[in-house]
């Protein structure tokens, strides 16, 4: 058996250029009509999404971004439940580019002799290395960041029983890193027609860390037969721990976030004081992807939707 995951890392480590991008839907569009499906592609703007299965019958819509990141070496911890270490880090890097920014413009206008032309070109800087960080050279190794998603949300279509996949819409996002484009585009095409009690369970960086952890929205958190059916499906295996977490604070905006109705899927390490974080995703340390999360979270997540829908 092919092992799709390894054919994802190492055929399609990247996928940020329009050229990477199509090279990488023309093998995924294959894999999905081999397994059955009539996937079709979504293009709005620079995005392209790829779409599986009857958007308007849809109750659940289960997502993964497949574009990769750009890096400038900057380490990027994440701590979803540490605001204050989160905006402290990130600050920091806010000020450090501030700080090169400002030498940069110095070095050029001071030698010219025009101080006018100081505060514009600090202001072109400052900006332009916000906009490397968004769209500037792409991250080498993007294993969790979102190949782990993919991995997971094709092992999901795979295993879900034929008589379930008329309820559930299958989506791989474009553009997360360009600022969650290909999701926005999604809901401006169909917003309309899905659903109102659509479910969007999302999966990103779900490949680093043993502890599983599923965070519903608030208008999910009081739907006590979603969350049973969660709770009966979605189980934990040696080493690996599954929170469904239904309070306490937990900031990591993705492509659900527009969703009222979500459930957000990551993967992470824990610590006491700062609790869940990932240090190695958008640098090239993004190199872990353990198999044994996509192989639980794709079969949990299966046997819920079969039982759901
Ligand atoms: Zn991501």
């Known amino acids: ?3 799709i995951t390894q054919t994802i890392l190492t055929e399609f480590p990247v996928r940020k250029t329009t050229k990477q991008k199509e090279a990488f839907r023309l093998w995924l569009c294959h894999q999905l009509k081999q397994m059955g499906y009539k996937p079709a592609l979504e293009s709005r703007g620079s995005s392209t999404n790829v779409v599986c299965g009857d958007v308007q019958r849809a109750r659940y819509l289960v997502s993964a971004h497949y574009d990769t990141c750009a890096s400038l ?6 701590t979803p439940c540490d605001p204050l270490l989160y905006l402290l880090y990130q600050g920091t890097v806010a000020l450090g580019l501030l700080a090169v920014s400002f030498l940069a413009a110095l070095a050029v206008s001071f030698p010219l002799g025009m101080p006018g032309l100081f505060l514009p070109l600090l202001l ?4 332009g290395s916000f906009w490397l960080l968004l769209a500037g050279p792409a991250n080498r190794q993007n294993a969790n960041n979102n190949t782990s998603g993919v991995a997971t949300l094709l092992a999901v279509i795979d295993r879900l029983p034929r008589e379930a996949r008329k ?14 484009l290909g999701s926005a585009a999604f809901r401006r095409q169909h917003g309309p027609e899905l659903r109102q009690d659509l479910v969007h369970i999302c999966l990103d960086c779900v490949g680093d860390g043993d502890y599983l952890v599923l965070v519903p929205s608030k208008q999910c958190r009081w739907d006590g037969e979603l969350l049973d059916a969660l709770r009966e499906n979605v189980t934990a295996g040696e080493g690996k721990t599954v929170d469904i977490r239904l309070g306490g604070y937990f900031l990591y905006p993705s492509d659900c976030r527009r969703s009222k109705r979500h459930i ?6 824990r610590k006491p004081f700062v609790g869940y974080y990932t240090l190695r995703t958008r640098t090239r340390w993004d190199t872990v992807l353990d198999r044994e999360n996509v192989r639980l979270l794709s079969q949990g997540l299966a046997r819920f939707l079969a039982a759901s829908v």
């Not at 070496?73 to 994440?78: A, R, T």
């Not at 791989?172 to 360009?178: G, Q, T, V």
């Open 73 to 78: 070496g900057l380490p990027d911890p994440v």
């Open 264 to 269: 957000l899927v990551s993967a992470f390490h």
């Open 1 to 3: 058996m092919t092992d």
């Open 167 to 180: 309820r559930v819409c299958f989506v791989f996002f474009d553009d997360r890193e360009k600022g969650m």
């Open 124 to 127: 072109l800087f400052y900006l």
